[in-house]
Nanobody
């Protein structure tokens, strides 16, 4: 059974940092496209960042230069380092895994990030 579990969310002041982690079981995370999405209250879920099996990184324009995605193959985790946070980053952050060939997809349950002004 595949499971993605996000952790690391919480309350942080504007300008602060948080590090989210996506821990996978049932899949080898380095063989999947791993994406971070977020959904603010009342908004649609939006793409934040991704890392491919070849370790290519992509970022949404809103977070480029502030967020960094990274993968730890030994721990089977993908982290999202978030710096210079602002109120606009407040959202539930979701980890998503997509198989590069079958496009089978899994989602985590999400972790809340709240940035106070």
């Amino acid at each position: 059974q595949v499971q993605l579990v996000e952790s690391g969310g919480g309350l942080v002041q504007s300008g602060g940092s948080l590090r989210l982690s996506c821990s996978a079981s049932g899949i080898t995370i380095s063989k999947w496209h791993i994406n971070w999405f977020r959904q603010a209250q009342g908004n649609q879920r939006e793409f934040v960042a991704s890392i491919t099996p070849d370790a290519e990184e992509s970022y949404a324009s809103a977070v480029r230069g502030r967020f960094t995605i990274s993968r730890d193959n030994l721990k089977n985790t993908v982290d999202l380092q978030m710096n210079s946070l602002s109120a606009e980053d407040t959202a539930v952050y979701y980890c998503n895994a997509v198989h590069p060939i079958t496009t089978q997809m899994y989602w985590g349950q999400g972790t809340q990030v709240t940035v106070s002004t």
